[in-house]
Nanobody, 117 residues
Framework: VQLQASGGGLVQAGGSLRLSCAAS????????MGWFRQAPGKKRDFVAR????????FVADSLKGRFTISRDNAKNTVYLQMNILKPEDTAVYYC???????????WGQGTLVTVSS
């Protein structure tokens, strides 16, 4: 499975961005996909995940109400809608795909989101 993330950029605080992650290859093996982020000097943190079949979602508690994850199976694409962005949301955002629970097997290259104050 190959993952291509896009949609990052520079945005002012309070603005919105939508990230996309296009999956290719053996997408039939995917159980769920997730977004993670890594701010400078910090560890990579979980953001959200969506089940490939059924579409149930989960967003990190600290981001609920601002971030939404969704998927379009016809396009093999997962989205992360980010609203009311804050400077602390600045990070490289990575999409990932898992073949089974609790283990992400594939990673995209990351897309940089910078939120200016």
């Amino acid at each position: 499975v190959q993952l291509q993330a896009s949609g990052g950029g520079l945005v002012q605080a309070g603005g919105s961005l939508r990230l996309s992650c296009a999956a290719s290859g053996r997408t039939s093996s995917i159980s769920h996909m997730g977004w993670f982020r890594q701010a400078p000097g910090k560890k990579r943190d979980f953001v959200a995940r969506v089940m490939w079949s059924g579409g149930s979602t989960f967003v990190a508690d600290s981001l609920k109400g601002r971030f939404t994850i969704s998927r379009d199976n016809a396009k093999n694409t997962v989205y992360l809608q980010m609203n009311i962005l804050k400077p602390e949301d600045t990070a490289v955002y990575y999409c990932s795909a898992a073949r089974s629970a609790n283990k992400y097997d594939y990673w995209g290259q990351g897309t940089l989101v910078t939120v200016s104050s």
